[in-house]
């Protein structure tokens, strides 16, 4: 891990990665805020693995950070992106993640795919609430994890005091399994009076690491710098001795017996390894020119010497088509095919291409697959098992996509050519289908309602809708029946600029941005009659209907009751139906702002018939005409929807979010503790209020609250919210 003496072996740029066993890959995942610096993190240390040459570049073009256009146009990274590098003969499979709140489903695919976590937090900003978040996610399943500490040539950066912030918000009750193994070593003070970082100090081994030259040069400390370097080691032998197996090592140590760094080294490795021990190390790219970035080598060590293998790695829950539990040894190359889409692109070349994590069994080119995707129709995505072949094999790298002969269980991989797999799905053998358990996904919640720009656009909308759903499973495709609008549900307002960008730029579909509207629907305010007659005898055929009827309001979700208390025969039978049908079909229609009638009975007590003019039509024409006649008598409630709203936010913002829902007409139905410094809060909030709360809240909250919604109940609007809906003609929400 830094303070091992052995040579090196980088990948050389531009060839394709291949692991044959388990044991030689890590796949790893970069956690952090937006703008912490993960992809140039990514990118030194493919430099100093030799994935590419010092311009960056890799032998057949473009660069590791090559992943999209819209990327480059947003300056930020949208989606999950693999880089493969090598080192000392392992093959790293490095998962960069989004920062941003929005693309928050990439990094969950990311955590799925990976067996350890680089949290890289910026030395001049700390750690925000997200990433705290995502960190606690990782604890909770036990996820290894270790912090990278980058931008350490800012003005504010401050390495100590970093490190103490890291420990206070990842170490919970124990902040000394959080340290570091480095300690960074400053160059002379420049102009401004900031001195740079140009080397570290590897606390186990108490030797200099110097970058300054563009590479790793190796030398003793002087004498003035040993007592803080002993402060700092004592603390960090005292971590690790509390992680180790040897229970009497601490005794050993504490009596004055020196511990040998070999067992320190091999403690901190299997402490690391199960996620007991979180070291900090320092990172920076390398200067123009130069072929190691700082601190790039003590991470490639820390993580071939000190991640999990995909041995080690959990395997998800997996069972048979017709959900029967299977037991798999993990990672048997040997066993049955098991593997899963962990991410889905469009390539205007090649088609779909698929980003694949190989949990068992081996996966090779032309081989037949089952493909099973179960548990995401509500998003728009259909249940489906079907049988593809597999197109060709090749690991990407930025933009790039070299060809491989196959992978192994454990490893990463893409795979072109599987147009009904979508991101989810499980790939298997196809005479021994299986089924993995869906990673949890975050629900969108901020509705985008659409339509097509044009007639050419209405003919390719829907295979783009399609195809964008297929990709991205955190975003929901609704086909609204009472609005009748299309809707797009995401993560926040980049999360749709996207969409939107890749329909027009990927797809060629042009779509225009509609205000979304909320279901509405009406309902009596109190007992009314109405009588429809529907008399026309100017010769020839005529018509002739009459019914009289009572109307009185139900409970809410009762829905229309029809109910018959005619007697006499005054309407005849056969007409009754007729009768039913129009009220119903005018109740759909609405009575007042052209919102379907709901929750009232309607009661048929008299009428009249003619021997020859009366028809099913004419009783279905006098049925609306009653309705509407006991409507104009009466008052009309408008019921918007109301959305049950749970808040899971840190107690420091339960004020300000309590005191925004009240003003959103929410009504507050409780609060709870869960865990440490988080509240719950519960209340019913209109649907009308809440359209752009997943963009608010995260406003409000600074990214650290998190909501759920589900439909409560719809029940009487305001007066003079309902009043300003009618004059509007129902365009609003």
């Known amino acids: 891990m830094g303070d091992k003496a052995q040579t090196h072996h980088p990948g050389a740029a531009g060839r394709a990665l291949t692991a044959d066993r388990p044991a030689s890959v890590r796949n790893v995942v970069l956690v952090g805020h937006s703008g912490s610096g993960k992809t140039t993190l990514v990118e030194a240390l493919a430099l100093t693995a030799g994935a590419v040459n010092r311009a960056g570049r890799v032998e057949d073009g473009g660069t590791v950070s090559d992943y999209d256009d819209i990327e480059h146009r ?248 017709d959900g029967k539990p299977r037991e798999l040894k993990p990672c048997d190359t040997d066993g049955p095919l098991v593997a899963e889409v962990v991410k889905t692109s469009s390539d205007p070349y090649v088609g779909r291409i698929s980003l694949v994590r190989v949990f068992s069994g081996t996966l090779r080119p032309d081989q037949t697959v089952h493909v099973s995707g179960h548990g995401l129709a509500d998003r728009g995505h259909e249940d489906h098992d079907v049988d593809e072949k597999v197109g060709a094999l090749s690991m990407p790298f930025g933009k790039q996509q070299r060809p491989v002969t196959h992978a192994v269980a454990g490893d990463l991989v893409s795979v072109a050519k599987l147009s009904r797999a979508e991101t989810g799905d499980t790939l298997s053998a196809k005479d021994d289908p299986l089924l993995m358990e869906p990673w949890q996904m975050p629900d969108p919640l901020l509705p985008l309602a659409i339509h097509a720009h044009s007639k050419a656009d209405e003919d390719k909308l829907s295979q783009g809708l399609a195809r964008l759903v297929a990709e991205d499973p955190t975003m929901r495709l609704e086909q609204n029946q009472d609005t009748h609008q299309v809707v797009l549900w995401c993560l926040g307002e980049a999360h749709a600029d996207v969409a939107l960008e890749r329909l027009r730029n990927r797809y060629g579909v042009q779509v225009d941005v509609v205000p979304h509207k909320v279901s509405l629907r009406e309902t009596f305010a109190h007992k009314a009659a109405g009588r429809g007659r529907h008399v026309k005898q100017s010769g020839g055929h005529g018509q002739y209907a009459i019914c009289e009827i009572e109307v009185e309001p139900l409970p809410g979700g009762s829905g229309i009751e029809f109910v018959d208390k005619v007697v006499g025969g005054a309407v005849p039978r056969q007409f009754i139906p007729s009768v039913e049908k129009g009220v119903r079909a005018q109740a759909a229609k609405g009575v007042a702002a052209g919102y379907p009638l709901v929750d009232v009975r309607i009661t048929l007590l008299d009428g009249k018939a003619h021997s020859v003019d009366s028809s099913d039509a004419a009783f279905q024409t006098a049925g609306a005409l009653a309705l509407r006649e006991a409507a104009a008598d009466t008052r009309i409630h408008l019921l918007e929807p109301v959305a049950e709203v749970t808040v899971l936010v840190g107690d420091a913002y339960v004020g300000a979010v309590m005191s925004d829902l009240s003003s959103r007409r929410g009504r507050l139905l409780g609060t709870e503790q ?49 009043e300003r809906i009618r004059e509007q003609g129902g365009d609003e929400g």
């Open 674 to 722: 869960v865990g440490t410094g988080r509240t719950l809060i519960r209340a019913d909030v209109p649907e009308f209020e809440i359209g752009r709360y997943a963009v608010d809240l995260r406003s409000l909250s600074h990214g650290t609250a998190r909501f759920d919604r589900s439909y409560a109940r719809h029940e009487p609007m305001p007066p003079q919210i309902a």
């Open 74 to 321: 947003q300056q930020r990274s949208v989606q999950l992106s693999l880089a493969p590098v090598e080192w000392d003969g392992i093959k790293i499979n490095l998962l960069d993640t989004p920062g941003y709140a929005d693309f928050v489903g990439e990094l969950r695919a990311g955590l799925r795919a990976a067996d350890a976590a680089l949290f890289v937090v910026s030395a001049s900003d700390g750690v925000d609430g997200s990433t705290r978040m995502v960190w606690e996610e990782c604890a909770a399943v036990g996820m290894p994890r270790a912090i990278v500490l980058t931008h350490l040539e800012a003005a504010r950066a401050d390495f100590e005091e970093t490190t103490r912030i890291c420990a206070e918000a990842f170490g919970g009750d124990d902040p000394d399994a959080v340290l570091p193994l480095y300690l960074p070593l400053r160059g002379p003070e420049g102009p401004d009076g900031h001195a740079p970082v140009t080397g570290l100090v590897g606390l186990l081994s108490q030797k200099l690491f110097d970058y300054s030259t563009g590479e790793r040069k190796e030398s003793e400390p002087g004498e003035d710098q040993l007592p803080d370097i002993e402060r700092a080691r004592n603390r960090l032998i005292e971590g690790i001795i509390a992680e180790s197996e040897d229970e009497t090592l601490m005794d050993r140590y504490l009596g004055g017996e020196p511990v040998d760094v070999r067992t320190l080294v091999e403690d901190l490795e299997r402490a690391v390894a199960r996620g007991s021990f979180f070291p900090v190390l320092a990172a920076a790219p390398a200067a123009d020119g130069a072929r190691q970035g700082l601190g790039t080598v003590e991470l490639l060590e820390l993580v071939t010497g000190g991640f999990p293998t995909p041995f080690e790695h959990p395997l998800p829950a997996v069972a048979t088509i």
